[in-house]
């Protein structure tokens, strides 16, 4: 058991390493995080404890922590990467391809901070984001951007008492609303 965990950590360190170089893995993630789960040559079946809500579609997820954040994942394809406070990546299978959205956070020398979203076939679209304000147990960030779903928005980080993560509320896209990533 010692030696798996190593192993999640040392390949979960990796994992961050090349998302910050901005290198996309193409293979599907959630088979990457299976293997990394595999016990004596079983595949434990993860549970799916969390719904990622998009485009009036719901997800069912799992979720793995490591050093960096946490990995939402099923095994329909859908992977989304939570660095602790943005989320910077969101794939999934649309039924036709898969499509990624990438958004890049900048801290802006007065506090506030620049994300920039990208697809991979336009221009990135940038908004303007406030700090983060505590409220109550989770995090606030208020945001104003160019167009769209993206002319003003918040990203919420819902934590429990212990202060647990138990929801996201984050624009991954500005061509659609907000996405909810929660605990069920």
């Given at each position: 058991?010692?030696?798996?965990?190593?192993?999640?950590?040392?390949?979960?360190?990796?994992?961050?390493?090349?998302?910050?170089?901005?290198?996309?893995?193409?293979?599907?993630?959630y088979?990457?995080?299976?293997?990394?789960l595999?016990?004596?040559?079983?595949?434990?079946?993860?549970?799916?404890?969390?719904?990622?809500?998009?485009?009036?579609?719901?997800?069912?997820?799992?979720?793995?922590?490591?050093?960096?954040?946490?990995?939402f994942?099923?095994?329909?394809?859908?992977f989304?990467?939570?660095?602790?406070?943005?989320?910077t990546?969101?794939?999934?299978?649309?039924?036709?391809?898969?499509?990624?959205?990438?958004?890049?956070?900048?801290?802006?020398?007065?506090?506030?901070?620049?994300?920039?979203?990208?697809?991979?076939?336009?221009?990135?679209?940038?908004?303007?984001?406030?700090?983060?304000?505590?409220?109550?147990?989770?995090?606030?960030?208020?945001?104003?951007?160019?167009?769209?779903?993206?002319?003003?928005?918040?990203?919420?980080?819902?934590?429990?008492?212990?202060?647990?993560?138990?929801?996201?509320?984050?624009?991954?896209?500005?061509?659609?609303?907000?996405?909810?990533i929660?605990?069920?």
């Open positions: 058991m010692r030696g798996g965990f190593i192993t999640l950590v040392s390949i979960s360190t990796l994992l961050l390493v090349l998302s910050g170089c901005s290198v996309s893995l193409q293979s599907n993630q088979t990457f995080i299976k293997e990394l595999t016990r004596n040559g079983q595949q434990e079946k993860l549970p799916e404890n969390w719904v990622v809500l998009f485009q009036g579609r719901t997800y069912p997820a799992f979720a793995v922590n490591h050093q960096g954040g946490t990995f994942a099923n095994d329909k394809g859908l989304v990467s939570f660095d602790g406070w943005q989320v990546q969101f794939s999934f299978h649309d039924g036709k391809r898969k499509k990624d959205f990438f958004i890049k956070s900048e801290t802006n020398g007065s506090g506030t901070f620049k994300l920039e979203y990208s697809d991979g076939r336009r221009n990135p679209i940038s908004s303007s984001c406030q700090p983060w304000v505590r409220i109550g147990t989770g995090w606030t960030q208020e945001c104003l951007g160019a167009k769209g779903a993206l002319s003003r928005y918040s990203n919420v980080i819902t934590l429990n008492v212990r202060g647990e993560l138990v929801s996201l509320y984050y624009l991954v896209s500005p061509d659609s609303s907000p996405t909810e929660k605990l069920i």
